[in-house]
């Protein structure tokens, strides 16, 4: 930091409107850059491979379209050393950890992260409600059942999903309409993630600044946000998913949450109100405001810091946030129903008995009366619950769903609920996974709430309570590290700043030769004074030390930003529909199997040809293909899911009439053999055979499918009833003739494949993609001449090798 | 086929009687078949069916038998072929000054299944006097695979009918037809009885089938004949092309994009696709049915290239840009068989100044090609062609003219649009064309028209004003004092 930047710097704080216009454009830029940095696959790329996102996008670059590339990138940059000159004018401090450790830990994460992967695809299914909200305007959306999905059942969707996503980006495009902008929907669903992310980083300014009065913590906490790997694995360009606006209304909603606290303020709480009944439109995982702001509230109140505020902020949220929530049909009287809601309301009327009971005491000033009181109101909670445990067990109250189960007990899933342990972002967090996502924050993340414990006020409650049950959550889950990230971050800010405002401190007395009180000399008040407003500022004014302590830092920074930027360009900016690879010269090569299949089937398929595949790939088909799927990623029946799982997993005789009863044309397996793409089918398949197992116990065994010696085999070691499998026929059907006889070799399970491979008779090869990673077949239709399929195939595979040319023999008159 | 020819050979006979009828009478009475004042001297009909198309070329002498000077000349044709037909073209074989020719398909008789094209010569011809008449045109989607399934490494065989005489409203003294072949496997054509010193009809020289001479033929003669030949290469047909050009003067850019509705006519597979025959063949047989690449030669000078389809971005293109050539090749996603479609967009920039020029009073003259597809050596031909010229908002007196057949050509609008913070609308140009072939890429299409400076400026000063009026009324607004109490 070259000292004209500081003096420009510390000349330009001086007056507060000038102060603010500062802070304002960096954190605009903070915000721009979190948006950017979103982008990184788009950008990157040359303009014919541009935007292979999960949803891809393609700019239509009607003007001269050269603006991105450098622009955008060095923006970003500029962003953040202006933020960092900021910040380091200001201070620093260090702590144990070493950034290499953190990062060989991140790729050895990136490595387990490869072998399970599941393939993110709501954001197929959103885009696709999108188009029809679009199209058929908000109440035809709000009524829609989709008959293209679940065949032969069909999914009241407009009453199954959380609408707040897709309207906003209705109205989105319905505003740039109104302005004649004319933007593509699709644009608006890629870009709309990390529009949003801005406006997070925005809203993580605003809450940290609610924590502390230091400045520089705020905009820190913003470019945290900005570049948080756990943040931007949710809101690259392209994942257009609940959570892309469902962060921000979180970090928001927490924020008005503490500004009505603090205020006492009843338009605050009204507020806070309406962005939760958003939050609830938006993402199931509203349920963690729905329990944190009832805890943060009993925590305070077990602390003894009751009071009118946390009174008329609670009740306020409470009785329209309820009523909000309740619009939306999904919800419906959940808020009401369900456990996961019943702290809210046990908290609610707890304290409209302490309202109550403090009326009392401040009107009869009774010691005894007041113990009593006390007593009295301990007594209501205690039945309340006891009255809410038997409620619940008489079956009036819905007990807590699986999945919340799961939340207590990580093997829970496993066990009873097999669905969604099949899900790889349900499973429970590796360690590294917290360096990979969280990098330098994680060590800077105990440091804040330490500091928030330094002055506990009401809003550094929340931070504590919201840290502690975060982290749990977090742990337990791959998913909720999501929900995590906020509050890593605005403690990250605050131990960070708080640093920074030490260590930093341009007023140094040396420069005014101000004697004064100055008792201690710098080096001892580091260790009393982190952070003291009240009184005088006394700093750290030893060159040395500060130069080692914010050289430090920046190089910590550094590091971080260099690690968010990879982590973001590696993996999570590569979606998984797209597979990119590098060719022996170094050039890039993707491989685009899922797509080049999805478009054939979209082609050359009947319009309402029926797909049949594992519900992976449900949500995939109907949005790519356009086509009717059998089971999708809204697992709400887990029936159909396990009659696909059993036709996937029983002899053809067994699953061909399962193909016919739901008139299914096609049947998609995913094959990553030849590729070593190893989130393929047969990876998955023991998961299909538990589902499928769960509900025909006698007639899918897990067990059969492993060898006497307890293994999971392709190659000639496999059991007879995992050779005979639909899944594992159709997934090696032909692939023997790809190599010299006796050389077929399975590149993901590193096993050679008997020399003899499947044959198939109900089902033929319909379309193999160019790595083999997509595979359909077409459902045979009935025998022209009557007879089973085993016997009509072995009959042409008899009459090929004398008559290659006519297939059929003569037709001749039945006669019965 | 077969109804088409026996009602085609029951018209001849009508016309055969008629003209003795016609003869006498004036021209004008009888309004359902056009008047014999022609005899056709010689003539000489190229049948080419060496791309996916057929272009068809009749090199005839047509002299006038009547006793008026005559300058209408028509062409008969079946209605199926009337809605096949494209890019008509006729000139003089001897003179190439001999200005233009009106050519328009007419329908004399709405009952009768023979239309008509109308040549309108453009001098009268003298009674007795003789002109060289050059014919060119396209038919598209003329062939029909035979077998129509085949298996993915089997040959693709093509069949075309056609008559072994030319089709004309007059008698032809003397005429000649020959079939170009894409190659010299032929497998199966008609043979007729030869005449003078030809034993037997068609004479088979290499990859060409000579019928003829002929003796005089009276008018509307037909002899039905199929030759089936070898094609092994994609029969690709464009059922939809919409070719989008947006013009913008501040940016001093020309946007393209256009969108394909690709199909393959050729056999459709009679087994299911199979990929590792598919992989092998690429290697060991590349020549194939299949459709595996188009070649997009551009203008020089076009840059930042895109190629979607309706899931997104395809990834299998390349784009060699330097400065002799921009070409873009792309590869649909799956290899194209006979039946299968691929619907894809494709776009490019280019800079202003490569199309459009000012004139010396202030207007504008944009020069583009009318179309620009692949350049495929089997050649692709287009069914509906639908450009639209997007001008500047507030563009004004807007004419074309192109060199595309005018008989090809079948609307053209003036429309408006509005995009990008537009108030009054962009002029849009909407031409739509049918039955266009590769061959007539590179036609230009000019657009001429103005605009003024006022129109250029209008949307800087509306988006200035509408800032400006948003700033003041928040400003008016915010310092509106709202509050009930005060201090």
């Given at each position: 930091m070259s000292a004209d930047t500081l003096q420009v710097l510390a000349s330009a704080g001086k007056g507060e409107s000038t102060r603010t216009i500062l802070r304002f454009i960096i954190l605009s830029l903070i915000a721009g850059a979190a948006i950017a940095s979103r982008l990184f696959s788009v950008i990157r790329k040359c303009p014919l491979s541009a935007g292979s996102q999960l949803l891809s996008w393609q700019s239509r670059p009607s003007r001269r379209g050269q603006l991105s590339g450098l622009l955008?990138?060095?923006?970003?940059?500029?962003?953040?050393?202006?933020?960092?000159?900021?910040?380091?004018?200001?201070?620093?401090?260090?702590?144990?950890?070493?950034?290499?450790?953190?990062?060989?830990?991140?790729?050895?994460?990136?490595?387990?992260?490869?072998?399970?992967?599941?393939?993110?695809?709501?954001?197929?299914?959103?885009?696709?409600?999108?188009?029809?909200?679009?199209?058929?305007?908000?109440?035809?959306?709000?009524?829609?059942?989709?008959?293209?999905?679940?065949?032969?059942?069909?999914?009241?969707?407009?009453?199954?999903?959380?609408?707040?996503?897709?309207?906003?980006?209705?109205?989105?495009?319905?505003?740039?309409?109104?302005?004649?902008?004319?933007?593509?929907?699709?644009?608006?669903?890629?870009?709309?993630?990390?529009?949003?992310?801005?406006?997070?980083?925005?809203?993580?300014?605003?809450?940290?600044?609610?924590?502390?009065?230091?400045?520089?913590?705020?905009?820190?906490?913003?470019?945290?946000?900005?570049?948080?790997?756990?943040?931007?694995?949710?809101?690259?360009?392209?994942?257009?998913?609940?959570?892309?606006?469902?962060?921000?209304?979180?970090?928001?909603?927490?924020?008005?949450?503490?500004?009505?606290?603090?205020?006492?303020?009843?338009?605050?709480?009204?507020?806070?109100?309406?962005?939760?009944?958003?939050?609830?439109?938006?993402?199931?995982?509203?349920?963690?405001?729905?329990?944190?702001?009832?805890?943060?509230?009993?925590?305070?109140?077990?602390?003894?810091?009751?009071?009118?505020?946390?009174?008329?902020?609670?009740?306020?949220?409470?009785?329209?946030?309820?009523?909000?929530?309740?619009?939306?049909?999904?919800?419906?009287?959940?808020?009401?129903?369900?456990?996961?809601?019943?702290?809210?309301?046990?908290?609610?009327?707890?304290?409209?008995?302490?309202?109550?009971?403090?009326?009392?005491?401040?009107?009869?000033?009774?010691?005894?009366?007041?113990?009593?009181?006390?007593?009295?109101?301990?007594?209501?909670?205690?039945?309340?619950?006891?009255?809410?445990?038997?409620?619940?067990?008489?079956?009036?109250?819905?007990?807590?769903?699986?999945?919340?189960?799961?939340?207590?007990?990580?093997?829970?899933?496993?066990?009873?609920?097999?669905?969604?342990?099949?899900?790889?972002?349900?499973?429970?967090?590796?360690?590294?996974?917290?360096?990979?996502?969280?990098?330098?924050?994680?060590?800077?993340?105990?440091?804040?709430?330490?500091?928030?414990?330094?002055?506990?006020?009401?809003?550094?409650?929340?931070?504590?309570?919201?840290?502690?049950?975060?982290?749990?959550?977090?742990?337990?889950?791959?998913?909720?590290?999501?929900?995590?990230?906020?509050?890593?971050?605005?403690?990250?800010?605050?131990?960070?700043?708080?640093?920074?405002?030490?260590?930093?401190?341009?007023?140094?007395?040396?420069?005014?030769?101000?004697?004064?009180?100055?008792?201690?000399?710098?080096?001892?008040?580091?260790?009393?004074?982190?952070?003291?407003?009240?009184?005088?500022?006394?700093?750290?004014?030893?060159?040395?030390?500060?130069?080692?302590?914010?050289?430090?830092?920046?190089?910590?920074?550094?590091?971080?930003?260099?690690?968010?930027?990879?982590?973001?360009?590696?993996?999570?900016?590569?979606?998984?529909?797209?597979?990119?690879?590098?060719?022996?010269?170094?050039?890039?090569?993707?491989?685009?199997?899922?797509?080049?299949?999805?478009?054939?089937?979209?082609?050359?398929?009947?319009?309402?040809?029926?797909?049949?595949?594992?519900?992976?790939?449900?949500?995939?088909?109907?949005?790519?293909?356009?086509?009717?799927?059998?089971?999708?990623?809204?697992?709400?029946?887990?029936?159909?899911?396990?009659?696909?799982?059993?036709?996937?997993?029983?002899?053809?005789?067994?699953?061909?009439?399962?193909?016919?009863?739901?008139?299914?044309?096609?049947?998609?397996?995913?094959?990553?053999?030849?590729l070593g793409y190893s989130g393929d089918d047969i990876n998955k398949f023991l998961w299909m055979v538990r589902i499928a197992e769960g509900i025909w116990p006698d007639e899918v065994k897990e067990r059969e499918f492993f060898t006497p010696r307890g293994e999971y085999r392709v190659d000639g070691e496999a059991t007879e009833t995992m050779k005979n499998s639909l899944m594992y026929k159709m997934s090696y059907y032909n692939y023997n003739s790809l190599f010299p006889p006796g050389q077929a070799q399975d590149r993901v399970r590193q096993s050679r494949l008997p020399e003899v491979g499947p044959s198939l008779s109900t089902i033929e090869e319909a379309f193999t993609s160019e790595n083999w990673i997509i595979r359909i077949y077409k459902v045979k239709d009935l025998d022209n001449f009557g007879r089973d399929h085993a016997s009509a195939a072995a009959f042409d595979r008899g009459l090929k090798k004398k008559k290659a040319a006519k297939k059929r023999g003569p037709r001749q008159l039945r006669v019965d | 086929m077969k109804t088409s020819a026996v009602f085609s050979a029951a018209l001849s006979l009508l016309s055969l009687v008629s003209p003795s009828s016609a003869k006498s009478t004036t021209p004008a009475a009888s309004p359902s078949t056009p008047p014999q004042v022609w005899k056709n001297a010689n003539l000489v009909h190229i049948i080419s069916v060496e791309k996916n198309y057929v272009k068809e070329n009749i090199n005839v002498l047509v002299e006038n038998i009547s006793k008026q000077p005559q300058d209408e000349y028509f062409l008969p044709l079946t209605a199926d072929e009337a809605s096949r037909i494209g890019g008509i073209e006729v000139k003089d074989r001897k003179n190439a000054q001999a200005g233009p020719f009106g050519v328009e398909v007419v329908e004399l008789d709405p009952k009768s299944n023979t239309q008509y094209v109308r040549i309108k010569l453009p001098a009268a011809l003298k009674a007795g006097a003789q002109q060289t008449l050059g014919i060119s045109y396209y038919l598209l989607k003329a062939y029909k695979p035979l077998p129509a399934s085949i298996k993915q490494d089997e040959q693709q065989f093509l069949s075309h009918s056609f008559s072994a005489y030319c089709p004309s409203a007059y008698t032809t003294s003397k005429q000649k037809t020959e079939v170009k072949l894409p190659s010299a496997n032929i497998p199966d054509y008609t043979k007729l009885p030869g005449s003078g010193d030809v034993k037997e009809f068609p004479v088979k020289q290499g990859t060409k089938l000579t019928y003829g001479p002929f003796d005089e033929k009276p008018a509307g003669a037909f002899e039905p004949a199929q030759v089936r030949f070898e094609f092994n290469k994609p029969v690709s047909h464009v059922t939809e092309l919409e070719r989008d050009i947006e013009v913008s003067h501040w940016g001093g850019n020309v946007a393209f994009e256009e969108r394909y509705t690709l199909i393959h006519r050729g056999a459709n597979l009679s087994d299911q696709f199979n990929r590792v025959k598919w992989a092998q063949s690429v290697y060991y047989a590349p020549n194939t049915h299949a459709l595996r690449e188009m070649k997009f030669p551009l203008r020089v000078g076009s840059a930042d290239p895109y190629y979607t389809d309706v899931i997104g971005n395809v990834s299998t293109s390349r784009f060699r840009s330097n400065k002799r050539e921009a070409l873009l090749e792309i590869k649909p996603r799956y290899p194209l068989f006979g039946g299968w479609k691929y619907p894809f967009t494709i776009g490019w920039n280019s800079d202003a100044k490569n199309f459009l020029r000012q004139t010396v009073n202030g207007g504008y003259i944009l020069n583009v090609p009318f179309l620009e597809g692949p350049r495929q050596p089997e050649g692709i031909e287009y069914e509906q062609v639908q450009v639209r010229v997007t001008l500047p908002e507030g563009a004004e007196n807007v004419k074309y003219s192109t060199a595309v057949p005018s008989s090809s050509i079948t609307s053209d609008d003036i429309e408006v649009q509005k995009t990008f913070l537009d108030t009054i609308g962009r002029t849009v140009l909407v031409i739509k064309a049918r039955n266009l072939v590769d061959e007539l890429r590179e036609r230009e299409l000019i657009v001429s028209y103005d605009y003024p400076l006022s129109a250029s400026l209008r949307k800087p000063f509306i988006v200035f004003g509408s800032a400006m009026t948003l700033f003041v009324s928040t400003w008016v607004l915010g310092n509106l004092n709202l509050k009930f109490t005060s201090k």
């Amino acid at each position: 930091m070259s000292a004209d930047t500081l003096q420009v710097l510390a000349s330009a704080g001086k007056g507060e409107s000038t102060r603010t216009i500062l802070r304002f454009i960096i954190l605009s830029l903070i915000a721009g850059a979190a948006i950017a940095s979103r982008l990184f696959s788009v950008i990157r790329k040359c303009p014919l491979s541009a935007g292979s996102q999960l949803l891809s996008w393609q700019s239509r670059p009607s003007r001269r379209g050269q603006l991105s590339g450098l622009l955008r990138l060095s923006a970003f940059w500029a962003a953040l050393l202006t933020a960092a000159s900021f910040q380091v004018s200001r201070a620093l401090f260090t702590n144990v950890g070493s950034p290499s450790l953190s990062q060989s830990c991140a790729r050895a994460e990136r490595q387990s992260r490869m072998v399970a992967d599941n393939p993110l695809v709501d954001p197929w299914f959103n885009f696709r409600a999108t188009k029809y909200l679009v199209a058929n305007g908000f109440y035809k959306f709000w009524d829609w059942f989709d008959d293209r999905t679940w065949h032969p059942l069909g999914r009241v969707t407009g009453g199954t999903l959380y609408p707040g996503l897709m309207v906003t980006s209705g109205a989105i495009y319905h505003a740039l309409r109104a302005l004649t902008i004319p933007v593509d929907i699709r644009n608006i669903c890629v870009l709309l993630a990390p529009a949003f992310s801005g406006l997070t980083a925005f809203a993580a300014y605003l809450l940290t600044n609610e924590m502390t009065p230091s400045p520089s913590a705020g905009l820190l906490a913003a470019i945290f946000m900005g570049i948080a790997p756990g943040y931007i694995s949710r809101s690259v360009a392209g994942s257009y998913d609940n959570e892309a606006i469902a962060i921000f209304l979180l970090v928001f909603t927490f924020f008005l949450w503490i500004r009505a606290l603090k205020q006492g303020s009843m338009l605050w709480g009204v507020l806070c109100a309406l962005f939760y009944g958003y939050m609830v439109a938006s993402w199931g995982g509203y349920a963690f405001i729905t329990c944190l702001l009832p805890l943060h509230a009993f925590v305070l109140i077990c602390m003894g810091r009751y009071s009118t505020r946390l009174y008329v902020a609670y009740t306020t949220w409470y009785a329209l946030g309820t009523l909000a929530s309740m619009q939306i049909p999904f919800v419906g009287f959940l808020p009401v129903k369900t456990s996961e809601h019943m702290p809210a309301l046990g908290i609610f009327g707890f304290l409209q008995l302490l309202a109550f009971l403090d009326y009392v005491r401040s009107a009869i000033p009774s010691r005894q009366f007041q113990t009593f009181l006390w007593l009295f109101a301990g007594g209501t909670f205690g039945l309340g619950l006891a009255a809410l445990v038997v409620a619940t067990s008489a079956g009036f109250i819905a007990p807590w769903s699986g999945r919340f189960y799961s939340l207590w007990d990580t093997g829970y899933a496993k066990i009873h609920i097999p669905i969604i342990a099949s899900v790889s972002e349900h499973q429970p967090t590796a360690w590294p996974a917290f360096f990979f996502d969280l990098n330098m924050l994680i060590w800077l993340f105990p440091a804040g709430v330490y500091l928030c414990f330094q002055n506990l006020a009401d809003e550094h409650v929340f931070i504590v309570v919201y840290a502690l049950f975060g982290s749990y959550f977090a742990g337990v889950m791959v998913r909720l590290m999501l929900t995590l990230t906020p509050v890593v971050c605005v403690a990250a800010a605050i131990s960070a700043s708080s640093l920074l405002d030490t260590y930093l401190n341009v007023k140094s007395p040396n420069a005014e030769e101000h004697p004064a009180d100055d008792n201690t000399d710098g080096k001892k008040s580091g260790k009393t004074g982190l952070k003291s407003t009240s009184k005088p500022v006394v700093g750290i004014y030893g060159w040395l030390s500060k130069g080692t302590v914010a050289g430090a830092m920046t190089v910590y920074l550094l590091l971080f930003v260099m690690h968010c930027t990879w982590v973001t360009s590696n993996a999570y900016s590569s979606p998984s529909v797209v597979l990119a690879s590098r060719m022996p010269d170094g050039s890039q090569h993707i491989i685009d199997d899922y797509r080049e299949a999805y478009q054939w089937l979209r082609q050359n398929t009947k319009e309402d040809a029926k797909i049949m595949s594992w519900w992976d790939y449900g949500y995939q088909i109907g949005g790519m293909a356009d086509r009717p799927t059998l089971v999708d990623n809204n697992t709400w029946n887990n029936t159909h899911i396990a009659t696909v799982g059993k036709a996937m997993s029983s002899r053809e005789e067994v699953s061909y009439p399962i193909m016919r009863q739901h008139e299914v044309d096609y049947v998609l397996v995913v094959f990553g053999g030849l590729l070593g793409y190893s989130g393929d089918d047969i990876n998955k398949f023991l998961w299909m055979v538990r589902i499928a197992e769960g509900i025909w116990p006698d007639e899918v065994k897990e067990r059969e499918f492993f060898t006497p010696r307890g293994e999971y085999r392709v190659d000639g070691e496999a059991t007879e009833t995992m050779k005979n499998s639909l899944m594992y026929k159709m997934s090696y059907y032909n692939y023997n003739s790809l190599f010299p006889p006796g050389q077929a070799q399975d590149r993901v399970r590193q096993s050679r494949l008997p020399e003899v491979g499947p044959s198939l008779s109900t089902i033929e090869e319909a379309f193999t993609s160019e790595n083999w990673i997509i595979r359909i077949y077409k459902v045979k239709d009935l025998d022209n001449f009557g007879r089973d399929h085993a016997s009509a195939a072995a009959f042409d595979r008899g009459l090929k090798k004398k008559k290659a040319a006519k297939k059929r023999g003569p037709r001749q008159l039945r006669v019965d | 086929m077969k109804t088409s020819a026996v009602f085609s050979a029951a018209l001849s006979l009508l016309s055969l009687v008629s003209p003795s009828s016609a003869k006498s009478t004036t021209p004008a009475a009888s309004p359902s078949t056009p008047p014999q004042v022609w005899k056709n001297a010689n003539l000489v009909h190229i049948i080419s069916v060496e791309k996916n198309y057929v272009k068809e070329n009749i090199n005839v002498l047509v002299e006038n038998i009547s006793k008026q000077p005559q300058d209408e000349y028509f062409l008969p044709l079946t209605a199926d072929e009337a809605s096949r037909i494209g890019g008509i073209e006729v000139k003089d074989r001897k003179n190439a000054q001999a200005g233009p020719f009106g050519v328009e398909v007419v329908e004399l008789d709405p009952k009768s299944n023979t239309q008509y094209v109308r040549i309108k010569l453009p001098a009268a011809l003298k009674a007795g006097a003789q002109q060289t008449l050059g014919i060119s045109y396209y038919l598209l989607k003329a062939y029909k695979p035979l077998p129509a399934s085949i298996k993915q490494d089997e040959q693709q065989f093509l069949s075309h009918s056609f008559s072994a005489y030319c089709p004309s409203a007059y008698t032809t003294s003397k005429q000649k037809t020959e079939v170009k072949l894409p190659s010299a496997n032929i497998p199966d054509y008609t043979k007729l009885p030869g005449s003078g010193d030809v034993k037997e009809f068609p004479v088979k020289q290499g990859t060409k089938l000579t019928y003829g001479p002929f003796d005089e033929k009276p008018a509307g003669a037909f002899e039905p004949a199929q030759v089936r030949f070898e094609f092994n290469k994609p029969v690709s047909h464009v059922t939809e092309l919409e070719r989008d050009i947006e013009v913008s003067h501040w940016g001093g850019n020309v946007a393209f994009e256009e969108r394909y509705t690709l199909i393959h006519r050729g056999a459709n597979l009679s087994d299911q696709f199979n990929r590792v025959k598919w992989a092998q063949s690429v290697y060991y047989a590349p020549n194939t049915h299949a459709l595996r690449e188009m070649k997009f030669p551009l203008r020089v000078g076009s840059a930042d290239p895109y190629y979607t389809d309706v899931i997104g971005n395809v990834s299998t293109s390349r784009f060699r840009s330097n400065k002799r050539e921009a070409l873009l090749e792309i590869k649909p996603r799956y290899p194209l068989f006979g039946g299968w479609k691929y619907p894809f967009t494709i776009g490019w920039n280019s800079d202003a100044k490569n199309f459009l020029r000012q004139t010396v009073n202030g207007g504008y003259i944009l020069n583009v090609p009318f179309l620009e597809g692949p350049r495929q050596p089997e050649g692709i031909e287009y069914e509906q062609v639908q450009v639209r010229v997007t001008l500047p908002e507030g563009a004004e007196n807007v004419k074309y003219s192109t060199a595309v057949p005018s008989s090809s050509i079948t609307s053209d609008d003036i429309e408006v649009q509005k995009t990008f913070l537009d108030t009054i609308g962009r002029t849009v140009l909407v031409i739509k064309a049918r039955n266009l072939v590769d061959e007539l890429r590179e036609r230009e299409l000019i657009v001429s028209y103005d605009y003024p400076l006022s129109a250029s400026l209008r949307k800087p000063f509306i988006v200035f004003g509408s800032a400006m009026t948003l700033f003041v009324s928040t400003w008016v607004l915010g310092n509106l004092n709202l509050k009930f109490t005060s201090k």
